[in-house]
């Protein structure tokens, strides 16, 4: 395990890794996604109070579940960096915001479009959409903050504290709506028990989010590899396998 | 004990995470008042929300409590919440979702006779999905089991 462990924190070993990996990645989540979207928006029956509105679950859910698992990944390779002093976890982190930005700005957007036809509003400050906002800022002032230093090392390590703050604001997303009265409704399949979801509507809605977990892994192995290759732009081993592939 | 540089960082990353979290759980609870979103009338018979200024009325809208005038945009309804009810009267469009039974959240004042005057009414949804046949034969469970039941529309 700890072998491992190492080995895996190796750039050459990383970056081999990411580069055998991502194809698999991408080629299963874009066939999770291609038959989870077929699933939600033509077997999948209407709902029967918000009819075929609600099928916007489909993209809002899984993006808005990914919002907050990104930040996860992120927080807890920043932590792995900055106790264990590991350059690449730190590359991770660095990798996963925009990722997870760009969810977030997704669960926004289609709660934005979900909301006018159901609710009645574009934007409402209800607990849970003003959380994912912050969740957003977060994103956006993590990567401000990397941006403002010229060195890596001292970005790495100023960044990864805001990452390690920020995962606060997590359970306040989650559990948003159990803690105060809102507008937007209770959990639906991120719960404990039985989900408040007929089978024949969800499997869409838990396909869709393998889809998006899958889709994530792929870009986040991409941009772990231009990470590494930003990063270890001096190291003699990087010249050998770029003149070898 | 002596502690390693790593166990140092360890317990480093561990106290910004319980301090910060202790902020925030703090300042949370110390704000609850004023980040309650939404009043349940039970709250407004108690006297809790505020008389002078727009807040938020959130509850169920009262089977058959619905009153439109003709010729106007004018409507007045009941919202609930099982153990008090305001009615409330706006003048709008209503969300498509808005009828008996629904969960709604409207915006606007209480006047001094006691009615919730609203300038913008919401629909809140619940957390289940079904389809329509399976909604259907849950009402008439529903129905059987409760003959007295409200008429649905």
């Known amino acids: 395990m700890w072998l491992w462990f190492h080995k895996l924190s190796s750039p050459?070993?990383?970056?081999?890794?990411?580069?055998?990996?991502?194809?698999?990645?991408?080629?299963?989540?874009?066939?999770?996604?291609?038959?989870?979207?077929?699933?939600?928006?033509?077997?999948?029956?209407?709902?029967?109070?918000?009819?075929?509105?609600?099928?916007?679950?489909?993209?809002?859910?899984?993006?808005?579940?990914?919002?907050?698992?990104?930040?996860?990944?992120?927080?807890?390779?920043?932590?792995?960096?900055?106790?264990?002093?590991?350059?690449?976890?730190?590359?991770?982190?660095?990798?996963?915001?925009?990722?997870?930005?760009?969810?977030?700005?997704?669960?926004?957007?289609?709660?934005?479009?979900?909301?006018?036809?159901?609710?009645?509003?574009?934007?409402?400050?209800?607990?849970?959409?003003?959380?994912?906002?912050?969740?957003?800022?977060?994103?956006?002032?993590?990567?401000?903050?990397?941006?403002?230093?010229?060195?890596?090392?001292?970005?790495?390590?100023?960044?990864?504290?805001?990452?390690?703050?920020?995962?606060?604001?997590?359970?306040?997303?989650?559990?948003?709506?159990?803690?105060?009265?809102?507008?937007?409704?209770?959990?639906?399949?991120?719960?404990?028990?039985?989900?408040?979801?007929?089978?024949?509507?969800?499997?869409?809605?838990?396909?869709?989010?393998?889809?998006?977990?899958?889709?994530?892994?792929?870009?986040?192995?991409?941009?772990?590899?231009?990470?590494?290759?930003?990063?270890?732009?001096?190291?003699?081993?990087?010249?050998e396998t770029v003149k070898t592939s | 004990m002596t502690m390693t540089p790593r166990r140092r960082r360890m317990v480093l990353v561990g106290l910004i995470l319980l301090g910060v979290s202790g902020a925030a759980a703090f300042a949370l609870t110390a704000f609850q008042d004023n980040l309650l979103y939404y009043y349940p009338p039970s709250d407004i018979a108690a006297g809790k929300a505020p008389a002078d200024r727009v807040f938020r009325l959130g509850g169920m809208v009262e089977e058959g409590s619905v009153k439109r005038d003709t010729g106007s945009m004018e409507v007045r309804f009941v919202v609930t919440d099982y153990q008090k009810d305001v009615t409330v009267s706006y003048s709008g469009v209503l969300p498509d979702l808005f009828r008996d039974g629904q969960g709604v959240i409207a915006r606007g004042q209480l006047r001094a006779d006691g009615v919730f005057v609203a300038h913008e009414v919401l629909a809140k949804h619940d957390e289940n999905y079904m389809p329509p046949q399976v909604a259907e034969s849950l009402r008439k469970q529903h129905q059987q089991k409760a003959p007295a039941a409200t008429p649905s529309t």
């Not at chain 1, 574009?122 to 010229?150: K, N, V």
């Not at chain 1, 719960?191 to 986040?220: D, R």
């Not at chain 1, 192995?221 to 990470?227: G, L």
């Open chain 1, 12 to 239: 050459p070993y990383a970056y081999r890794m990411a580069t055998l990996l991502r194809p698999w990645f991408f080629w299963t989540a874009l066939a999770l996604i291609v038959f989870a979207a077929y699933g939600g928006l033509v077997l999948a029956p209407p709902d029967y109070q918000q009819k075929d509105a609600f099928r916007i679950i489909y993209v809002h859910a899984p993006a808005a579940i990914m919002s907050l698992q990104v930040y996860v990944v992120m927080a807890i390779a920043a932590a792995v960096g900055v106790i264990w002093r590991i350059k690449l976890a730190h590359a991770v982190a660095a990798a996963c915001a925009p990722v997870g930005a760009a969810f977030t700005v997704v669960a926004l957007a289609t709660g934005s479009i979900y909301g006018k036809p159901m609710w009645g509003t574009w934007w409402e400050w209800d607990p849970r959409i003003t959380s994912e906002l912050i969740q957003l800022f977060l994103y956006l002032g993590y990567m401000a903050l990397r941006a403002s230093f010229d060195d890596t090392q001292r970005a790495d390590r100023a960044s990864a504290i805001l990452a390690i703050v920020g995962v606060v604001n997590v359970p306040i997303v989650k559990y948003s709506v159990v803690w105060w009265n809102s507008l937007h409704q209770a959990p639906t399949i991120s719960k404990i028990g039985k989900p408040s979801i007929e089978l024949s509507m969800a499997w869409p809605l838990y396909t869709m989010l393998l889809g998006f977990m899958l889709y994530f892994a792929a870009v986040l192995c991409d941009r772990v590899r231009s990470e590494i290759l930003r990063r270890e732009r001096n190291a003699n081993w990087l010249v």
